[in-house]
């Protein structure tokens, strides 16, 4: 299995950007499909952004297109989701997801999460 802890997360006006970290132990790193997803106060766990094992592909909420990049670091064991742009909306707490199969935007079929972490969006 494999633990999964985020940081960077914080307070930004809108606008501004953040850059999400996950830091990943235990299993191979690479042998994980990722994705990063964010619940706000109200609504549903949303995704955000998923990454292949080897990053050749990367696919993205409608909603963040074009702001946020995912990424992800094997050697490091470290996933990254960076957010540019960032509006009021993105307000949410942002957790990372490990997955053993291609688990796109489905949150039921990732197998591992992190315990997340806080951005608030001032306007």
């Known amino acids: 299995q494999v633990q999964l802890v985020e940081s960077g997360g914080g307070l930004v006006q809108a606008g501004g950007s953040l850059r999400l970290s996950c830091a990943a132990s235990?299993?191979?790193?690479?042998?994980?499909?990722m994705g990063w997803f964010r619940h706000a106060p109200g609504k549903e766990r949303e995704f955000v952004a998923s990454i292949t094992w080897s990053a050749v592909n990367t696919y993205y909420a409608d909603s963040v297109k074009g702001r946020f990049r995912i990424s992800r670091d094997n050697a490091k064991n470290t996933l990254h989701l960076q957010m540019n742009s960032l509006k009021p909306e993105d307000t949410a707490r942002y957790y990372c997801?490990?997955?053993?199969?291609?688990?796109?935007?489905?949150?039921?079929?990732?197998?591992?999460w992190g315990q997340g972490t806080q951005d608030t969006v001032s306007s």
């Open positions: 235990g299993r191979t790193f690479s042998s994980y499909f």
């Open positions: 997801a490990a997955s053993q199969q291609r688990a796109g935007n489905r949150p039921n079929a990732y197998d591992y």
